[in-house]
């Protein structure tokens, strides 16, 4: 069993950074991949950028050049850099994890707020 336990997030101005953190325990992500989504208001929950285990990198198009997800295996952390905050991207963020090979994310953490002013 993973646990995803999730930092970072907040309120910031357009134009700003934010990195958010999605830490796991109970075991090593060395062998998932991991996913990053959110959730705006009333829309529905859209994958931004995904790791794989080997550390392979994809990105939707609406967050390319702005998004960075990285993974330290070390600290069993993944993170998601954002930069040029737009108000667009303010949703809730998750992320999750799934086996390497498996097409379902299994393990979620509990979402973190991002709000973007304008």
């Known amino acids: 069993q993973v646990q995803l336990v999730q930092s970072g997030g907040g309120l910031v101005q357009a134009g700003g950074s934010l990195r958010l953190s999605c830490a796991a325990s109970g075991r090593t992500l060395n062998n998932y991949a991991v996913g990053w989504f959110r959730q705006p208001p009333g829309k529905q929950r859209e994958l931004v950028a995904a790791v794989t285990s080997g550390g392979s990198t994809n990105y939707t198009d609406s967050v390319k050049g702005r998004f960075t997800i990285s993974r330290d295996n070390a600290k069993n952390t993944v993170y998601l850099q954002i930069n040029r905050l737009k108000p667009e991207d303010t949703a809730v963020y998750y992320c999750?994890?799934?086996?390497?090979?498996?097409?379902?994310?299994?393990?979620w953490g509990q979402g973190t707020q991002v709000t973007v002013s304008s």
């Open positions: 999750a994890a799934r086996r390497a090979g498996m097409g379902t994310y299994n393990y």
